[in-house]
């Protein structure tokens, strides 16, 4: 039988159905507030490399992997997994993911010409902070950009009309640097402030191997066969961890193929009373990170 893990640090392991008839927990404050608490949030999101296994047109391919890009932007989410479960488009949907998140004018430095890119054009726009304007600079401001070095000196394409002179420490490479001065224009290397985009890895291992490697604070497992997130009961803080199954197989069977278990902390049905017979997975990640969001209170 399926077992089920609380979050606690004293984890209590319950029956799959003893989970779904399990009556609400009470608490004396904020009454009507939802049980589920969250404060001081990193999001995760886990997607199958077998994510694209029914879709064959190259066009409508590039546009599911834009709708994760789209939905993980909106909702601020900062990494994005990729476990192996059987697929074999791990690379193009990293590709995709990282050169969606990149700004308009540091593609063509980043990205050769490659097939993966070919219909990358589908993708709707992030539009995330890192994807600034071509403007007038302004002392002050954050911009991400790549790091090239000419002669001695080190230059910054931040995405303007001329090279950036890059003072401080700093990698060739991409970066996020601050502008110090207009005339000459110069930035340092800096860190973004608020949220900035989010970075894809590709792990080629399994889902509870990948999981370990994330070393998460929280795991939720999503599932049409989890609690009501209406009656979730976990506290959710630090590094959570959010996975999604393929389109043919749910996360659990995907664990059980691969002979794993692995200890989730909850496992939810996001779309309660869903009227479709499956919800596709890009339809999954937007609307449980919709929900989730509802409940944050950090």
């Known amino acids: 039988m399926q077992k ?30 939802r049980e589920l608490r969250m404060a001081g949030i990193t999001w995760h999101v886990f ?34 997994w990729i476990y192996r479960a059987g697929g074999r488009d791990g690379r193009f949907i990293k590709t995709l993911l990282e050169y969606a998140e990149t700004p308009q004018y540091l593609r063509k ?8 890119l070919r219909y990358a054009g589908v993708m709707p726009p992030l539009q995330i902070p890192s994807h600034k304007p071509k403007e007038s600079p302004r002392i002050g401001e954050i911009r991400e950009g790549f790091a090239y ?7 910054a394409d931040i995405g303007l009309d001329r090279p950036a002179l890059v003072k401080g420490v700093a990698q060739e490479g991409r970066g996020t640097f601050k502008v110090i001065s207009v005339k000459p224009l110069r930035v340092v290397p800096t860190k973004p402030e608020g949220y900035w985009g989010y970075k894809v890895h590709l792990t080629r291992m399994t889902l509870a191997k990948t999981l370990k490697k994330a070393n998460l604070d929280v795991v939720i497992a999503t599932s049409r066969k989890g609690v009501d997130v209406r009656r979730a009961d976990v506290t959710l803080e630090g590094d959570v961890g959010i996975v999604f199954g393929s389109p043919r197989r749910g996360v659990m069977e995907i664990l059980r193929e691969f ?40």
Request: hydrophobic share 40%; no cysteine; net charge positive.
């Open 109 to 116: 430095r980043l990205f050769p010409l490659m097939p993966e």
């Open 4 to 33: 089920f893990f609380t979050t606690s640090k004293s984890r209590r392991v319950e029956t799959f159905e003893s989970l779904l008839n399990r009556p609400l927990k009470h608490h004396h404050s904020l009454p009507g507030k």
């Open 259 to 298: 002979n794993e278990d692995y200890e989730f902390d909850v496992i939810l049905n996001t779309i309660p009373g869903q009227k479709t017979k499956t919800v596709r997975t890009e339809e999954a990640v937007l609307a449980t990170l919709a929900v989730l969001n509802l409940m944050r209170g950090d």
């Open 149 to 155: 070095r000419k002669g001695k000196k080190l230059f």
């Open 47 to 80: 997607i199958p490399d077998s994510l694209l296994e029914e879709t064959h047109d190259p066009k409508l391919r590039a546009y599911k992997v834009g709708q994760i890009a789209r939905a993980a932007a909106i909702f601020g989410v900062e990494h994005i």
